[in-house]
Nanobody, 124 residues
Framework: QVQLVESGGGLVQAGGSLRLSCAASGPTFSTYVMAWFRQAPGKEREFVAGISRLRGSTTYADSVKGRFAILGDSAKNTVYLQMNNLKPEDTAVYSC?????????????????WGQGTQVTVSS
């Protein structure tokens, strides 16, 4: 059973930066692909960024491309989301997810393990 624990959320002013962490425990094959999703109040959950830990490939939502970066640390079994130039519209609960497949995906239904989420609030 995979456990995912997020940390690093908080309150930041527009233009600022935050780094989210997602520490994974459990079988390595269960976290071949890890991703970040977010959900703002009254909105549907949306894909933010994903990484294939075996292939080293990444993918990003258009809304965060060039501002966010997803990074993996195999030694710590941790994935990070570096968020720069934050905007008020980035305010949401950010959740880490993992899937036991090597192919990247942007569909939340493809991910079987989820963290509890961490709040990110960007003030204008």
């Amino acid at each position: 059973q995979v456990q995912l624990v997020e940390s690093g959320g908080g309150l930041v002013q527009a233009g600022g930066s935050l780094r989210l962490s997602c520490a994974a425990s459990g079988p390595t094959f269960s976290t071949y692909v890890m991703a970040w999703f977010r959900q703002a109040p009254g909105k549907e959950r949306e894909f933010v960024a994903g990484i294939s830990r075996l292939r080293g490939s990444t993918t990003y939502a258009d809304s965060v491309k060039g501002r966010f970066a997803i990074l993996g640390d195999s030694a710590k079994n941790t994935v990070y989301l570096q968020m720069n130039n934050l905007k008020p519209e980035d305010t949401a609960v950010y959740s880490c997810a993992a899937r036991a497949r090597t192919e990247l995906s942007r569909d939340a239904a493809d991910f079987g393990s989820w963290g509890q989420g961490t709040q990110v609030t960007v003030s204008s």
